[in-house]
């Protein structure tokens, strides 16, 4: 009698627990097809309302020796400084991020946690190989003045109100975001800045890099592309469970060149799902096409963003890292990782 009702109550739990999966499972479809369908229609929406105005990816560097990293798309003057009042919580991401403005009426979005100091170096290396970035800005402590409980990222600020490590990028009132842009349609598909956009994705072991990512902007005379969220970087990409973000051992000891042809590279971006993402087809498909992003690269291509890279010198890498906050010892690690990286892309 004890088997049998042992037996059923394991058949009752096993039925309830498959249940739970279930459920949760189907959640997890719904919130990846409306997340499907939300890039979808962004940069359906995109194409329709853009301005016919130029579009814009990467501009040729000027004097590439004298480029300040350190500052990068912005300059001293810009820097965010004084005091800040709290406007709002931004729920959308995997990283905390709210919104503030400053004594002068500049708004800012403050991103917390590992993809501050990343994207903040990410920026400036993107910059100085040309390509347009979001002005971007790390600060290693941050008050704000009207600040509640934050939903998300309430782990980075101390009991009297001090914020440990933020990203601040400049909202500006003459930039309209118009839509986002995938990887495999936009207007520069099969030129030699998407290519080398797409190596510098590899080299900065960039494993986040969907549609959602990456923004058209109305500003000026121009519509800009820029990948403008580069947080997921400087780390190990690999599935949901490997993958880090500013993690310099797991980014020193990660690989870069796959496989090289006469004609092509394929370059090392782990993003192969997880057995389990498997029942979740739209992510599954989703994280299978990153993967693309970084293969098929034409020799040529990766050479020269190889090229124009190994222009800058060690100091100036070096600021990249020093501008997000990074301990000395970081700053030499990560150096010398991009700077192995650039010698590799050059001696393809």
């Given amino acids: 009698m004890k088997r049998s ?12 627990h498959l249940l739970l999966i279930l459920i949760a499972l189907g959640f997890l479809v719904g919130a990846s097809a409306q997340e499907t369908g939300e890039q979808d229609k962004s940069q359906s929406s995109a194409k329709e309302t853009r301005p016919l105005l130029p579009d814009v990816l990467w501009r040729e560097p000027e004097d590439m020796a004298s480029r300040d990293t350190y500052y990068g798309a912005g300059s001293r003057e810009r820097v965010p400084s004084g005091r800040f009042r709290f406007l709002k919580e931004e729920l959308g991401g995997a990283a905390p991020k709210f919104d503030v403005e400053d004594e002068q009426g500049v708004r800012w979005r403050v991103k917390l946690g590992p993809e501050a100091q990343a994207e903040t170096a990410a920026t400036r290396l993107l ?32 009991k009297d109100g001090v914020i440990t490590g933020a990203r601040l990028e400049r909202r500006d009132k ?21 290519n080398g956009l797409r190596v510098m994705m590899a080299l900065m072991n960039n494993w986040d890099i969907k549609a959602g990512n990456n923004s058209i902007y109305a500003e000026g005379a121009e519509n800009r592309y820029v990948v403008s969220d580069a947080g997921a970087t400087f780390g190990r ?22 496989e090289t042809t006469s004609e092509d590279v394929d370059f090392h971006l782990a993003s ?33 963003i190889g090229q124009l890279l190994s222009q800058l010198s060690t100091q100036q890498i070096a600021d990249c890292f020093r501008a997000g906050g990074y301990s000395e010892e970081e700053i030499e690690g990560f150096t010398q990782v991009v700077e192995k990286r650039i010698q590799d892309l050059n001696e393809l």
């Fill in 237 to 258: 990409s690999g599935n949901t469970f490997r993958r880090t973000k500013s993690n310099l051992e797991q980014y020193r000891s990660s690989k870069f060149v796959r």
């Fill in 174 to 194: 003459n930039r309209k975001k118009i839509g986002s842009w995938s990887w495999n349609d936009n207007p520069f598909v099969g030129t030699k800045a998407l």
């Fill in 5 to 16: 009702i042992t037996g059923t109550t394991r058949r009752i739990l096993s039925g309830f």
């Fill in 127 to 158: 910059w100085a190989a040309g390509y347009l970035v979001d002005e971007d800005y790390y600060l290693p402590t941050l008050r704000v003045e009207g600040l509640p409980k934050l939903s998300r990222g309430q782990e980075f600020v101390s």
């Fill in 272 to 304: 192969k799902p997880h057995p389990l993402n498997a029942v979740i087809f739209p992510h599954w498909l989703e994280l299978r096409k990153r993967e693309k992003v970084v293969k098929s690269i034409p020799r040529e291509d990766a050479r020269w």
